[in-house]
């Protein structure tokens, strides 16, 4: 009889991977955290003009993706939002992934999370699960500025507040954003509660691309933070569409 693999929670797989993120901003090489998609061929063009369109709208993290052509499937890379974490790891700021889930976007201003499932809690990815449920509502926020997004919460010592400012900053001239709010010191983020003495950072998902082209109706296999690209090997969709 054949031993069963040990559980591996969400928390511990985002740490393993925070702790080899080695992307550099300034210099726009090293390796970042990446979510997989997958379409078949004929899909590719309508997929990336959705992501694109997601993208401008400020629902992901970066417009830099890679393709990796197989038989008649094409695999799509693209940044996830933890790479912001791992940078911010990198540069000695001891950030601790808490939880992802949905949030209600009202008037194109992030208003709260409506659910949120931990990381420590659960052997799969939140985002994944919220994402095959079908409750996000990206085209109506992108279209009307009323929806449901995916996003993630994070917590940082409070006396690192400047510090994750200027990181941020750097992270966003290497057009990596996403930020929805960084709170204050002891206070709740899109109201959910940090803990004493930390700020929360609340994050887009980088699935908000998948769940947008899910609601087009474009069928996509996807696995949240999947593994780690050398973001050298990526282009700017600009150029793919």
């Keep these: 009889m054949k031993s069963s693999q040990p559980l591996v929670f969400t928390l511990a797989r985002i740490e393993n991977l925070m702790q080899q993120v080695s992307f550099d901003p300034a210099e726009m090489k090293g390796r970042i955290i990446t979510n997989t998609s997958q379409v ?15 993208i401008q709208s400020g629902l992901a993290v970066s417009p830099m993706i890679k393709l990796v052509e197989e038989k008649d499937r094409v695999k799509i890379k693209t940044a996830c939002s933890l790479t912001i974490c791992g940078v911010l790891l990198k540069q000695g700021i001891p950030v601790r992934p808490k939880g992802g889930g949905l949030i209600e976007v009202v008037k194109r201003e992030p208003a709260r999370f409506t659910d949120m499932v931990m990381y ?30 995916l996003g993630n919460l994070h917590e ?9 400012e200027e990181v941020l ?3 966003a001239s290497a057009e990596f ?9 002891n206070m709740n983020v899109l109201g959910v509660s940090v803990e004493r003495d930390h700020v929360g950072i609340a994050l887009v998902g980088g699935t908000n ?13 996807h696995e949240s933070i999947s593994d780690l690209t050398e ?6 969709i600009e150029t793919m569409i």
């Design 209 to 221: 691309l998948v769940a947008a082209a899910r609601e087009c109706g474009i069928e996509v296999e």
């Design 231 to 236: 973001v050298m090997e990526m282009k700017h």
């Design 120 to 149: 420590w809690a659960t052997t799969i990815d939140p985002i994944d699960v919220l994402t095959a449920q079908g409750l996000t509502d990206i085209m109506g926020m992108m279209q009307t500025g009323d929806g449901r997004v």
């Design 169 to 171: 900053d750097l992270l």
């Design 40 to 54: 078949e061929k004929d899909s590719l063009e309508d997929t990336l003009a959705v992501f694109y369109d997601t």
């Design 156 to 164: 940082a010592p409070m006396l690192a507040r400047d510090r994750i």
């Design 177 to 185: 954003t996403g930020v929805m709010e960084l709170g204050e010191p």
